[in-house]
Every structure is written in C-alpha cells, then in structure tokens.
C-alpha cells in the first residue's frame, strides 16, 4: 500500500491481467467498501 499511487480504473485493469494478487489486495484494502 505505501509508495503506490492512485490508479485509474484503465490502470487497474490493465494490471489485473498481469497479476491480480498484491493489485487487487491494496485497492480492497484501500477501499472502505
């Protein structure tokens, strides 16, 4: 979580078809929701 930025939504999704583990755990972790 520390060090990344903001991604956008292309950003994420983009990165999720590369590696969906660490991506996806910072954005769930970040997010109150």
Known sequence: SV???K???T???S???H???PV???I???DPQ
């Open 15 to 17: 990165q999720d078809v």
């Open 3 to 5: 060090g990344l930025p």
């Open 11 to 13: 950003q994420i999704r």
């Open 28 to 30: 769930l972790l970040s």
């Open 19 to 21: 590696t969906n583990g």
């Open 7 to 9: 991604w956008t939504s």
């Open 24 to 26: 996806l755990d910072d």
